[in-house]
């Protein structure tokens, strides 16, 4: 596994790939994770879950930062050769140095997209010269691409990467692990010091543009003021708010709870009661996967939902496309808050469908099953 970042480094490939690493890992194969040391004191290599990580110190910022990993990434493949498939994840410097590795090796190369739209990896890259240059080896290299969603595959085969190369595998959540647990709630609620009567949604992820934590704040702005509006807002962020934003939240105080940094969100989700994602572009959420799998309904922009995000059968509520995210949503959630017992039975549908398409089980199969198929196809061609 080659990716620039990890655990305890937070984000939607880094919790991806350490699901993926620690599952193959508990299921009998030997997996070394390549990665930057992104706090100086980290150790250079350590077991975690059953599967190696080494962390190679870099120096300066951008992109200095990422030459630096490519090269020690690049030099420790060449001198340690015993490795049957290279995963790469997001298209960065960890896809090109897997590229490179793998030519020269003979090894057979997956890289993994993440995001859609505005914050996807091909609009992110197309937006700097060395983005282009990037998506351009990619597009005429030999890996394998692999997409977290239909929306994703749809951009990789339109930028012009053959079918033939391409395959769909969905994100994976572990469901043993973010479970419902309906009699914790009130305790939960008490720890984390939210109201017990209030009804609370939850938004975990980053604050960056497109992800639309702007509009969740329209949204509780316009609703605090309502006396049909009864619900409070948690935000569980990578970082800090910026500062302007930091004052609206503060204005909101009692209505909006805020937590950054949190290692283990599933408390949160557990004591929540929806989930809600406003976001311009998903490749495929894990929070969405995290919640639904503890049992929260969700709420949706058509962009972020689920690809298959049906809303009696999977507890969703989509808003529809190019709709006013913040007035839709408040209205939608002004009539839930009417129906409170309709919440437990979207939830149940939420959980049922991630059970059956989305568990880490099956996804760790179709990942096997996709290497295995890689190994056969390159030591044919390679004699």
Known sequence: ????????????AEIQCSRLSGWLARNGHDVVVLTEKSIPDQ?????????????????????????GYGIKALSYLLTHKDFDVLHAHMIATPAITASLAGLILKVPVLIKVTGGRRTGDFSTSQS??????????VKRGHSRVVCPSQETYQEAKSFGIPPERLSYIPNGVDTAYFSPAISLKSRLRSSLQWSESALV???????????G???????????????DFPWHLALVLSDPAPEAMAKRIQRLQGRIHTAYGVMDTRPYYQAAD????????????????????????????????????????TGTHTLPPNAQAATESLTYLTQLAKQINRLATLGEAARRHIDKNYSLDQVGLSYLTLYKNMNCYDKSIHG
């Open 274 to 313: 929806l989930a809600i994602l406003l976001s311009e572009g998903e490749g495929l959420s894990n929070f969405l996967l995290e919640a639904m799998s503890c049992a929260l309904p969700t709420l949706t922009t058509a962009a972020a939902a689920l690809p298959d995000a049906e809303a009696d059968k």
């Open 1 to 12: 596994m080659l990716i620039a970042r990890f655990p305890p480094t937070l984000g939607g």
């Open 128 to 137: 700097s010269f060395l983005g282009q240059v990037k998506l351009w080896l």
């Open 201 to 211: 949604a939850i938004y975990v992820g980053r604050w960056a543009k497109g992800k």
């Open 43 to 67: 150790p250079d290599r350590e077991r975690v879950d059953g599967f190696d990580v080494i962390r190679f110190g870099t120096w300066g910022g951008l992109p200095w930062s990422s030459l």
């Open 213 to 227: 934590v702007e509009t969740l704040l329209d949204l509780w702005e316009a609703g605090a003021s309502r006396p």
